[in-house]
């Protein structure tokens, strides 16, 4: 797995957007049960982002970042994208995509029981 910022890399600045991609090789995104993103905030726990259930389609999606972050998917790209708009300064983070085996017991909220990590890509709120 491996995630990118996109050209600007993750500064932007509070209101804007940004997108996230997480190319899923090796392998195919259908080679996982579920692909997702995570994050970590200086001296905070990990929290779940957005998770996407390849099976069926089910997307998890924290309080926080529902109606503001879109987690989508490009089969033929294999890749996981999340599009993050309205960001505010709680957004600030290191950004996991993370990727688990079929049918692996994991947990959408923290990301526990996910099999595959990419490194993480930080985004920065800033004004």
């Known amino acids: 797995l491996s995630a990118a910022a996109g050209v600007w890399g993750g500064l932007v600045q509070p209101g804007g957007s940004l997108r996230l991609s997480c190319a899923a090789g090796?392998?195919?995104?259908?080679?996982?049960?579920?692909i997702g993103w995570f994050r970590q905030a200086p001296g905070k726990e990990r929290e779940g982002v957005a998770c996407?259930?390849?099976?069926?389609?089910?997307?998890y999606y924290a309080d926080s970042v529902k109606g503001r972050f879109t987690i989508s998917r490009d089969n033929a790209k294999d890749t996981v994208y999340l599009q993050m708009n309205s960001l505010n300064f709680e957004d600030t983070a290191v950004y996991y995509c993370a990727a688990a085996r079929y049918y692996s017991d994991y947990d959408p909220r923290s990301g526990r029981g996910m099999d595959y990590w990419g490194k993480g890509t930080q985004v920065t709120v800033s004004s």
């Open positions: 090796p392998g195919t995104v259908l080679d996982y049960y579920a």
């Open positions: 996407l259930r390849t099976t069926d389609g089910y997307i």
